[in-house]
T-cell receptor, first 114, second 109 residues
Framework: DTEVTQTPKHLVMGMTNKKSLKCEQH?????MYWYKQKAKKPPELMFV???????INESVPSRFSPECPNSSLLNLHLHALQPEDSALYLC?????????????FGPGTRLTVT | EDKVVQSPLSLVVHEGDTVTLNCSYE??????LLWYKQEKKAPTFLFML????IEKKSGRLSSILDKKELFSILNITATQTGDSAVYLC?????????FGTGTSLTVIP
C-alpha cells in the first residue's frame, strides 16, 4: 500500500479566511513533505518534516504554517493568502531503504484564493 | 547548486512509436533517481534507480541509470494515447528531492 490521502480535494478561500489542508499516510514513513505546484511547472518544495520535526523550510512566507501532530498526519494552515498562492498543493511521504529514497504523492488539494 | 535537467521539453509522437526521455543531474550526495508520470493530477511514482546499469522495467516502460555520466533515460515502447502526460524525474539526497521541469509527451492516435 502506497497511499497518501489529502483533504479537501478543492478549496476556494478569500484573502481574509483561515483554512487548513490535511494529509495522512499509514505506511510508517517518517518523512513528509508539502509541495506547491503551479500549472506547467514541477513541484516546488515548501516544507519537510522528518521524524515529526521540521527539517526544511524553503523560505516559505509565514502565511503558510505547517504542523505535524504525529508521524501519520501533516497539516498546512493557511491565513491571509494572496491570489498568487492559488495552486495545487501536494503532500508526499518518503521511505528510505537500503536501495534509496522513494517518495509518494497524495492526490493534492487544488486551492483557489479569491 | 543541485539541479536536474530534462530533455526534450516536449515531444509529439504517433501511437506505436518508441520514445526516449532524458534526465541529467548534478546532485550532491546523490542517493537515487526517481521517475514520475503526471497527468491532470498528482505525480504517480514509476521507478526508483540507485545502481548504474541495472534496468528497471514495468510493462512497456523501462529506465536505466548511468552514475558515471550522471544521467538516466526513460523508454516507452509501443506508445499509446494513455501515455500522454508530463514525465518528471527527480534526484534525491537524504530528505531533498530535486525535480526537473518535465517532458510533456503527447501521443497522437
Amino acid at each position: 500500500d502506497t497511499e497518501v490521502t489529502q483533504t479537501p480535494k478543492h478549496l476556494v478561500m478569500g484573502m481574509t479566511n483561515k483554512k487548513s489542508l490535511k494529509c495522512e499516510q499509514h505506511m510508517g514513513h517518517r518523512a513528509m513533505y508539502w509541495y506547491k505546484q503551479k500549472a506547467k511547472k514541477p513541484p516546488e518544495l515548501m516544507f519537510v518534516y522528518s521524524y515529526e520535526k521540521l527539517s526544511i523550510n524553503e523560505s516559505v512566507p509565514s502565511r503558510f504554517s505547517p504542523e505535524c501532530p504525529n508521524s501519520s498526519l501533516l497539516n498546512l494552515h493557511l491565513h491571509a493568502l494572496q491570489p498568487e498562492d492559488s495552486a495545487l498543493y501536494l503532500c508526499a511521504s518518503r521511505v528510505r531503504d537500503s536501495e534509496g529514497n522513494e517518495q509518494y504523492f497524495g492526490p493534492g488539494t487544488r486551492l483557489t484564493v479569491t | 547548486e543541485d539541479k536536474v535537467v530534462q530533455s526534450p521539453l516536449s515531444l509529439v509522437v504517433h501511437e506505436g512509436d518508441t520514445v526516449t526521455l532524458n534526465c541529467s543531474y548534478e546532485v550532491t550526495n546523490f542517493r537515487s533517481l526517481l521517475w514520475y508520470k503526471q497527468e491532470k493530477k498528482a505525480p504517480t511514482f514509476l521507478f526508483m534507480l540507485t545502481s548504474s546499469g541495472i534496468e528497471k522495467k514495468s510493462g512497456r516502460l523501462s529506465s536505466i541509470l548511468d552514475k558515471k555520466e550522471l544521467f538516466s533515460i526513460l523508454n516507452i515502447t509501443a506508445t499509446q494515447t494513455g501515455d500522454s502526460a508530463v514525465y518528471l524525474c527527480a534526484g534525491t539526497t537524504g530528505n531533498q528531492f530535486y525535480f526537473g521541469t518535465g517532458t510533456s509527451l503527447t501521443v497522437i492516435p
